[in-house]
């Protein structure tokens, strides 16, 4: 009789010290980080962040934590001298130092044969696209859950449709930090089908659906939040699927782009919207040629 195997003990997550060192706001080193540790199964980073360093006397402190905390150190620095400074130290130190952007600015600064910005912080200056950012987020806020007449939507780049709880507002929210002008309309059974907006010309219009079942499983979260009776149409098993196929229908009918948001998060949704804006955009384009 072969003996059986004991059954095999989970994994212990492995933690490790990353130190993120960054001239400006460190919010470009800290989303770098993030998306890159979050490769790895089972690995759970103990982030030291180190932002606006600008001086030898901030670097030495920052070496002086990195001794006490060992570990990975990942930095955007542009002065040379402080670069210099922390290699140095790293090296002493026996600590791996990575400078995150280098391989990406070396490429295209050979791509491009352009000098390089030693500007700090030159990402986050208040240009013309900080303030389009600026824009798109109080037209957001404007022209959210069906606000403004359809004149006033003919300003959006896109305008996001479909029933209640498909993440309409977060989606137009998160486009507007991209410098992307959205609005959206709910579709409410016997008030608003979404027809008036085949009147628009310029916004891109994209239908958002979920399934069913998800759906009924947001609404009643929603109605536990607000302490509310679950006992409604809102999230009746069969007037939801009705509601969700009338308006799969209504959006193919018209020939509008439909995402599925069921298992999307919000800034997947926001990337398939930015898609189809980039083609739509290249057609239009290459249709004046």
Same mark, same amino acid.
């Given at each position: ?23 400006? *706001? ?10 890159? *540790? ?22 030495? $402190? ?55 910005? *030693? ?78 907006l085949t009147a628009l010309r310029n916004p891109l219009v994209i239908g958002l659906t979920v399934s069913p ?34 308006? $799969? ?13 069921? $298992? ?26």
């Amino acid at each position: 009789m072969t003996p059986t195997r004991p059954p095999a003990l989970p994994r212990l997550a492995t933690y490790f010290h990353v130190h993120l060192v960054s001239d400006s *706001t460190g919010e470009t080193l800290n989303a770098m980080a993030k998306a890159v *540790t979050a490769r790895f199964d089972g690995v759970i980073p103990i982030e030291h962040i180190y932002a606006l360093i600008r001086s030898e006397r901030q670097m030495e $402190r920052v070496l002086a934590e990195v001794e006490m905390a060992p570990g990975v150190v990942l930095h955007t620095l542009v002065d040379r001298d402080l670069r210099a400074q922390l290699e140095k130290g790293c090296r002493r130190l026996d600590m791996p130092q990575i400078a995150a952007l280098d391989p990406l600015v070396g490429a295209l600064s050979r791509y491009l044969g352009a000098a390089l910005s *030693t500007r700090v912080g030159a990402q986050h200056a208040l240009d013309h696209e900080y303030f389009n950012r600026i824009s798109a987020l109080d037209f957001a806020m404007a022209h959210d859950d069906g606000q403004g007449s359809l004149e006033q939507l003919e300003g959006a780049d896109v305008v996001l449709c479909g029933v209640s709880r498909t993440s309409k507002t977060p989606t137009c929210i998160y486009l507007a930090h991209r410098g992307i002008r959205a609005a959206n309309v709910p579709l409410v059974p016997g008030q608003e089908d979404g027809e008036r907006l085949t009147a628009l010309r310029n916004p891109l219009v994209i239908g958002l659906t979920v399934s069913p079942d998800r759906l009924i499983q947001i609404r009643r979260n929603r109605l536990d939040g607000l302490n509310a009776d679950h006992a409604s149409d809102y999230v009746d098993l069969d007037r939801v699927r009705e509601e969700t196929v009338k308006a $799969r229908r209504a959006f193919e009918r018209r020939g509008w782009p439909i995402i599925d948001v069921t $298992r999307r998060s919000v800034e997947e949704t926001a990337a398939a919207i930015t898609n189809l804006l980039s083609e739509r955009r290249t057609h239009r384009i290459g249709s004046t040629w």
